[in-house]
């Protein structure tokens, strides 16, 4: 398994523009893929952090079972952040998951991922992830008018919007 240290990662790639940063997550994006035998074409990557990307940096059409890590068991959409934890708040889950091709996606069943080039806290990560969950949550309840699954959720229980 890749272990990488998280200062090196952070010293190496939170640059303005986030372009190397955009690089190295769709590498091992596609690394993932390549080693559990996903043909590249089910994966959607644009290095142009310049481009208007509907919130959408990088789109794994598959899902991945029984992968470790855990961020591939379902089609993804990914969303990449070259910046300090302190820039990138709660408020930000909602704008980030609410553009049009997040949006969309989310709606079609794909799971949310966004990587943040930085040290975060357990409370930081915990803030963040309470604000995404229902945000992502509303997005699905609106498009199918149910209650819908919470992936922290008992036993994948759904749970109200």
């Known amino acids: 398994m890749l272990r990488l240290e998280a200062l090196e990662v952070i010293q190496r790639f939170r640059k303005p523009g986030g372009d190397d940063f955009t690089l190295f997550c769709n ?5 993932s893929c390549w080693a559990a ?5 089910e994966v959607w990557t644009c290095s142009r ?3 208007k990307d509907g919130g959408v940096d990088t789109r794994l059409l598959v899902s991945i079972p029984n992968n470790g890590s855990g961020y591939f068991n379902t089609a993804t959409i990914w969303q990449f952040k070259a910046a300090e934890e302190s820039s990138v708040g709660p408020g930000d889950m909602a704008r980030e998951v609410n553009k049009a091709r997040a949006r969309q996606w989310i709606a079609e069943g794909s799971g949310y991922r ?6 975060l806290s357990a ?3 915990q803030t963040l992830l309470d604000a995404l969950l229902p945000a992502v949550a ?10 819908v699954p919470c992936p ?5 229980e ?4």
């Open 27 to 31: 590498r091992i994006i596609r690394a």
């Open 37 to 41: 035998g996903v043909p590249q074409s």
């Open 49 to 51: 952090t310049d481009a």
């Open 114 to 119: 966004i990587c943040i080039c930085d040290h």
């Open 123 to 125: 409370d930081k990560k």
């Open 138 to 147: 509303a997005i699905i309840a609106a498009q199918d008018g149910h209650g």
């Open 152 to 156: 922290y959720g008992d036993k994948g």
């Open 158 to 161: 759904r749970q109200r919007a």
